[in-house]
């Protein structure tokens, strides 16, 4: 059962003008925890915002639904041990914590996949957008942003070698993975801080968790070396993972109760030198239904 918190109209301006002003959301939560507000109620709220912002829904309005406390330490879906057996492929564990389950991985990709992944995405690329909240149209976000495309599920044999690689890794059904995404970060790009789960605050990702259900399970693979910055930061833990080719980074953040953890919260710090190629998979609960094909 989940609870809900409510919040005064004021505070759901403060937040609006304050994350509007380029505060990052762990700023705009430490000011809310030393008012006294509980760390689950301050994370929920702060992660609502953040997300209604990020995919230009409504802002929540006086109410938002507290996810139940874990009760106990999750169990991991990546498998144990220093080496991991995928598809024939053994990938290195270079670290991992437990609760969140979290993980750096070595020799997922060798450098032809890499090159031959760039080279499919290139002339495929979009800029990034956004939803402009007055008008309800894609805008391009700015020129800090990435540009994205995405495959679709096993489209060539390379994809799905590695959909197939990916999802023994990650330990769910191949059907559950959603099509690879590549995002391209020119030198100044990065991103956001933000949750991979996708919060109900629109129609459209309400309607996408009943399809699928909720994302599971992130793993970003480095495509190339970034010579300067463009790590994935994980502001929740002062965490840093640099972008090495071949090498990936992993968590899991929704377990399964379909409950999602906030400490998730991640972003990509702007590529200082050179530039920053990712590909990133996200798992489901259940098969991966996209928009507009059938059950
Ligand atoms: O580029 C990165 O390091 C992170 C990518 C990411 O957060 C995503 O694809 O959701
Ligand atoms: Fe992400």
């Known amino acids: ?11 759901g301006r403060w ?21 006294g507000m509980s760390e689950r109620a301050a994370h929920a709220i702060v992660a609502a915002f953040v997300d209604a912002r990020r995919q230009g829904g409504a802002m929540p309005d006086g ?5 139940d406390e874990a009760s106990s ?26 609760d969140p389950v979290f993980a750096v991985l070595g020799n997922v990709v060798d450098a032809e996949e890499c090159k031959a992944i760039i080279e499919m995405a290139r002339p495929r690329l979009k800029p990034s957008t956004l939803v402009d909240p007055m008008s309800g149209r894609d805008v391009v976000s700015d020129k800090r942003a990435s540009w994205g495309m995405f495959f679709r599920p096993g489209e060539n044999d390379l994809v799905a070698r ?3 690689r990916l999802s023994a890794l990650m330990n769910l059904p191949l059907e559950n993975g959603e099509g690879l ?3 391209h970060y020119p030198t100044g790009a990065g991103s956001e801080p933000h949750y991979d789960y996708l919060a109900p605050t629109n129609a459209a990702n309400r309607e996408s968790v009943a399809r699928s259900g909720q994302r599971v399970s992130t793993l970003v693979t480095y495509l190339d070396d970034v ?47 050179g530039d920053k190629w990712v590909m990133t998979k996200w798992m489901r609960e259940r098969r991966f239904v996209a928009a507009g094909e059938g059950a």
């Open 15 to 35: 937040l609006t003008h304050n994350l509007d002003a380029g505060l990052a959301p762990q700023a705009v939560l430490d000011t809310m925890l030393k008012q």
């Open 227 to 273: 010579p300067e910055g463009g790590q994935t930061v994980f502001p929740q833990f002062g965490l840093a993972v640099s972008p090495i080719r071949g090498n990936a980074c992993y968590f899991e953040y929704c377990d399964d109760r379909g409950r999602v953890d906030a400490r998730s919260l991640h972003a990509s710090a702007a590529v200082t030198r």
């Open 181 to 183: 995404q590549v995002l």
């Open 63 to 67: 109410a938002v639904e507290l996810p």
């Open 73 to 98: 330490r999750p169990v991991a879906r990546l498998a144990p041990g220093t080496r991991i057996l995928a598809a024939g492929r053994e990938i290195v564990v270079h670290s991992r914590g437990e």
């Open 162 to 164: 590695l959909d197939r």
């Open 1 to 11: 059962m989940s609870t809900i918190v409510r919040f005064s109209p004021d505070l």
